[in-house]
């Protein structure tokens, strides 16, 4: 079973000029990532524009990332659903073409209790034979817990993993891993905002986008050693860049790729609309800061 420890980038989908996809963008992305010391990758996510993808082009990038892998990193397919049928039917799909595991971020288009969260993922958990990595991003309230990991880990062994997104949450990951006796990795999303704040209290990874890795990957790995005093210059190198992005989450695409665009990784920047659209000023200061990072990565 695979286990996650360090950096798993979420790939983003690259297109062309015309809104396509470019496989050969694609495939240069899982080469870097695996040159640059990724543990994993994943993909679609919200930073990969699932929600502007059709199912079928959904699995095709899961697929050219897992043929360009060929089991040099494992690859986590994303299969996101508010119905737990279509997921489930992704999620299949998705590990037919030979991911090492599934991830699904929780539905959260209206409310839901944990006991309604606890039944759809019991319904997809129970059902793929691979390892499952959930991802709760809900910024208008609460996101599960401690109970909820320790009570779908007793029904499905195969929940491993939980990335969350949020901040102060040191507690919470703590309660998660005494809950469940370390057998559910939490990993912290965000863009690595909170990782050295939670690398002491036990994360096991960081899930950030691709082209700041390699920097990310020496803070997370120094302030895994204590070396916090060593890991923050390349910490507070790449921090204006990552709390600029993270504004908005459409902005925080544009400018990944703008960057990615730059290190000659993905020949085009295009954002599948709905987007927005930079003004003038934002975009001279996102210019202004790739130009800063550009060196670094």
């Known amino acids: 079973m695979v286990q996650i420890e360090g950096i798993v980038p979420v790939v983003p989908t690259p297109f062309d000029d015309l ?46 990332a897992v043929d360009q892998a060929s ?72 996101t599960i817990g401690a109970d909820f990991a320790k009570r779908l880990h007793a029904d499905c062994p195969n929940f491993r993993y939980l990335k969350l997104e949020e901040p102060m949450m040191s507690a919470k990951v703590q309660r998660i891993l005494e809950a469940t006796g370390g057998e559910i990795g939490v990993l912290e999303g965000w863009g690595g905002l909170y990782m050295m704040e939670l690398v002491p209290s036990g994360i096991c990874g960081v899930m950030p986008g691709v082209p700041l890795l390699r920097v990310l990957n020496e803070v997370f790995w120094k302030t895994k050693q204590g070396e916090k005093e060593a890991a923050y210059p390349a910490y507070q190198s790449v921090l204006p860049f990552i709390v600029f992005t993270l504004e908005h989450l459409e902005l925080y695409l544009h ?16 954002v599948r609309d709905a987007t927005i659209q930079l003004d003038p000023h934002t975009q001279a200061y996102a210019e202004w800061l790739i130009e800063k990072v550009l060196p670094l990565v």
């Open 19 to 64: 809104g396509r996809i470019d496989e050969e963008g694609l495939r240069k992305l899982v080469d870097f990532c695996v040159d640059d010391g990724a543990c994993a990758i994943c993909l679609p996510a919200y930073v990969g524009e699932f929600y502007k993808l059709s199912d079928q082009e959904r699995c095709d990038v899961v697929q050219i």
């Open 71 to 142: 089991g040099r990193i494992p690859v986590i397919g994303q299969a996101n659903h508010p119905s737990s049928q279509v997921a489930l039917n992704l999620a299949h799909r998705m590990e037919a073409s030979g991911v090492s595991m599934i991830s699904m971020a929780a539905p959260r288009i209206f409310a839901l209790s944990e006991d309604d969260l606890l039944r759809y993922f019991r319904t997809v958990c129970q059902s793929i034979g691979a390892p499952l990595l959930i991802q709760d991003f809900n910024p208008g309230g609460a």
């Open 255 to 270: 400018v990944e790729k703008r960057l990615l665009k730059a290190m000659g990784l993905i020949s085009s920047a295009h």
